[in-house]
Antibody
Framework: QVQLVQSGAEVKKPGASVKVSCKAS????????INWVRQATGQGLEWMGW????????GYTQKFQGRVTMTRSTSINTAYMELSSLRSEDTAVYYC????????????WGQGTLVTVSS | IVLTQSPGTLSLSPGERATLSCRAS???????LAWYQQRSGQAPRLLIY???SRATGIPDRFSGSESGTDFTLTISRLEPEDFAVYYC?????????FGQGTKVEIK
């Protein structure tokens, strides 16, 4: 079965960077995009961007351009999302999701990673 | 594209019918409209894709429909596990966007 297992919770200081991992199993990793979505506490879902694990091509929402980097390691079926210049407003749960039959569809989700930004 | 969901909260009893709306600020191809369910403390789960196709394992009490720029998620008879927050999402036009969510709560 398809599984996405994310790394554990992080606490970071303002200005620092965080790198969240997402290990995929149960399917061919390079066959589907990995999307990243975040959710601040008590808030809705916010799209961050996508990555094609086969080509490494990425697409980022303008809001995060210049601060986010999505990468992968095909040898270990793992995707990464790094967010830099953290501020308190970046405190949120970060989800990876595998795409599906069309672009942008989030067919399977990781369990989420809580990133807390606090001085 | 802004997706506006209504109502913000829906208070219903188990066994009742729930009708959730998602209105797009501009045209969205039904091919690229999805609905997700998020139970408290859990990750979202895909319910409906392509506006009306149920995802694998989703019960047939969930259905989706479209009329122009208006999309609807219907739960025919609410089960206890259906009380949750529901989001619509479009990936027709970048940046892909989510609605703000509709909470279905027990009356």
């Amino acid at each position: 079965q398809v599984q996405l297992v994310q790394s554990g919770a992080e606490v970071k200081k303002p200005g620092a960077s965080v790198k969240v991992s997402c290990k995929a199993s149960g399917y061919t990793f390079t066959s589907y995009d990995i999307n990243w979505v975040r959710q601040a506490t008590g808030q809705g879902l916010e799209w961050m961007g996508w990555m094609n694990p086969n080509s490494g091509h990425t697409g980022y929402t303008q809001k995060f351009q210049g601060r986010v980097t999505m990468t992968r390691s095909t040898s270990i079926n793992t995707a990464y999302m790094e967010l830099s210049s953290l501020r308190s407003e970046d405190t949120a749960v970060y989800y990876c999701a595998r795409s599906g039959s069309y672009r942008g569809l989030n067919s399977y989700w990781g369990q989420g990673t809580l990133v807390t930004v606090s001085s | 594209i802004v997706l506006t969901q209504s109502p913000g909260t829906l208070s219903l009893s188990p066994g009742e019918r729930a009708t959730l709306s998602c209105r797009a600020s501009q045209s969205v191809s039904s091919t690229y409209l999805a609905w997700y369910q998020q139970r408290s403390g859990q990750a979202p789960r895909l319910l409906i894709y392509g506006a009306s196709s149920r995802a694998t394992g989703i019960p047939d009490r969930f259905s989706g429909s479209e009329s122009g720029t208006d999309f609807t998620l219907t739960i025919s008879r609410l089960e206890p596990e259906d009380f949750a927050v529901y989001y619509c999402q479009q990936s027709d036009s970048s940046p892909w966007t989510f609605g703000q969510g509709t909470k279905v709560e027990i009356k």
